[in-house]
């Protein structure tokens, strides 16, 4: 019996080392982007607390609310005559309230969104921020008429008007463990703390910048406000200030929990959203986006990743529970009318006296093996040098290049070739001879070609211009590596200095110990 072909071994390419962790491996999982495209400007996204917790994307003169099944809007809220602001829902999904540029605040039932069930009045200016206080019968509303009010519902009258802020009031949150605290950023660069059972604020701290969103922790006493390109962290017992996270390099416009409120999200102008450890506020994932973020929401079970633009995109991702290869096969092999008869011949065991035949399974060759199996040395290299392998694995020509110069058939693979069969063999050169895990093998290949076509280059003016552009790649490599030893050099004596002033460098983020987490 003829012994098998041994098949070429290809090593794999030495990946460069990445800090993959748990995080990372998590939100990867989120599927492509579903992109829809609104109106205008998304400026607020809000998750229903409720199963199958649908969400209500505000833009322009609606708020529409979409299935986070199927991305379809199922209800559209179009009672407005003005630009519609922070559609929210209420903690038990049935409810929406909404601003709006008109000044007015409206609520709607989320079954029957074409009626309106209460218009509260009273702002004078557009209101951009309304949420549902903790005990679900009173709305806030943050304006930009200076003023923080509360409304009742089945009364639709006033019960609290608040009027410490000197600017523009855009955003606002309340205590989930209190009815009575709330919290609101204004453009004064304050944030101020209201108890709807005093007048004035109870508390006033200074963002330092335009505040553009504030949260609240579930458990009241830690709080956040985002303005400029900080977030800044609050102790609200304390009245202090924990830390501060300046990790965009834009404005940061909204803010969210996700993970059960381990996790803080942060979406920015300069197009990316942060995701950040609660426990320690360090960045353990980022996501980029193709325009300036205004919006962020997630779904409760983290399944849902809403993103919106100041271009009118609104970006979907979902979170779909992965099929192993088994069941994969499975639903293929279902599909087949002969299925039951597979299954059969699978659990039939032989009994005495049945003679078994033995499937001959053929050895599965590749192109370039069958070619070194022939001992086709020149053929076997041009399989290999495709432009397949040129951009996607050119780790298996390298490896075919090995496998040559082992067997001692290098010079007669390239040998015997013009200006057109030896261009690919240049071109991969070019691309690749610069790279650490391939140079060694390419630069002995570099060298074999130089020798066979010596005679070849100064007659015939095609190749010679291929190798002397092979020799400015290797002349720019050579010279680039003479250069890092100064740079290193250069870089040895910045940290040093740093070293020696490290007790003068002021830190970003402060101790966050003994944060209360949930």
């Not at 800090?19 to 607020?44: M, S």
């Not at 009258?157 to 205590?175: I, L, Q």
């Not at 010596?454 to 290797?474: G, N, P, T």
């Amino acid at each position: 019996m003829a012994t098998l072909f041994k098949p070429t071994v290809i090593p794999k390419p030495t990946a460069t080392s990445k800090n993959i962790t748990r995080d990372t491996l998590y939100w990867n999982a989120l599927g492509l982007p579903v992109h829809i495209k609104e109106f205008a400007a998304v400026t607020n996204i809000d998750f229903s607390p409720i199963e199958p917790h649908l969400f209500a994307v505000t833009s322009s003169l609606k708020v529409s609310i979409y299935s986070p099944v199927s991305n379809e809007v199922l209800h559209t809220v179009t009672r407005f005559r003005e630009t519609a602001y922070s559609g929210c829902f209420r903690g038990d999904g049935k409810l929406l309230v909404a601003g709006g540029e008109e000044g007015k605040v409206k609520l709607f039932d989320t079954a029957n969104t074409k009626s309106l069930l209460r218009v509260f009045k009273g702002h004078t200016k557009a209101v951009h921020a309304t949420r549902f206080l903790s005990n679900s019968v009173q709305i806030a509303s943050f304006s930009d008429d200076k003023t923080v009010r509360c409304y009742d519902i089945p009364s639709e009258k006033e019960t609290s008007r608040f009027t410490g802020h000197k600017d523009y009031v855009r955003s606002g949150a309340v205590n989930q463990t209190s009815p009575n605290i709330i919290l609101s950023g204004g453009y004064d660069h304050m944030v101020r703390m209201w108890d709807t059972r005093q007048k004035e604020s109870v508390m006033t701290l200074d963002h330092g910048h335009p505040v553009e969103s504030v949260l609240f922790f579930p458990s009241g006493g830690v709080f956040f406000s985002a303005g400029g390109n900080v977030v800044k962290v609050w102790d609200a017992f304390g009245k202090r200030q924990l830390c501060q996270l300046v990790d965009h390099h834009k404005t940061v416009t909204c803010m969210t929990f996700a993970s059960d409120y381990q996790r803080l999200l942060t979406g920015s102008l300069d197009r990316h959203v942060k995701f950040y450890d609660v426990s320690s506020y360090q960045v353990v994932h980022s996501a980029n986006y193709p325009a300036a973020i205004l919006s962020v929401g997630i779904s409760p079970d983290d399944k849902t990743l809403v993103t919106g633009m100041a271009d009118g995109l609104l970006s979907i991702r979902h979170r779909y529970t992965p099929v192993s290869e088994e069941q994969r096969l499975e639903q293929k092999m279902k599909k087949k009318s002969s299925y039951r008869y597979i299954l059969q011949a699978k659990s039939h065991l032989p009994i005495r006296g049945d003679i078994v035949v033995e499937e001959e399974t053929k050895q599965a060759i590749s192109k370039h093996d069958k070619h070194l199996k022939k001992f086709q040395a020149g053929k076997a290299l041009n399989s290999v040098l495709m432009r397949y392998h040129l951009h996607k694995k050119p780790h298996v020509t390298v490896g075919i290049m090995q496998e040559l110069i082992r067997r001692g058939a290098l010079q007669q693979a390239i040998a015997g070739r013009d200006a057109d069969e030896l261009r690919p063999l240049m071109r991969f050169l070019f691309r690749h001879i610069t790279n650490a895990s391939f140079m060694p093998t390419l630069i002995d290949v570099a060298g074999v070609a130089t020798q066979l076509y010596v005679r070849e280059v100064q007659q015939d003016a095609e190749m010679r211009k291929m190798f002397k552009s092979l020799q400015k790649v290797v002349d720019e490599e050579v010279k680039f590596m003479e250069d890092v030893p100064e740079v290193l050099g250069a870089m040895d004596s910045i940290f040093a200095a740093s070293v020696i002033n490290k007790t003068d460098v002021p830190i970003a983020i402060e101790n966050t110990t003994e944060l209360p987490i949930k």
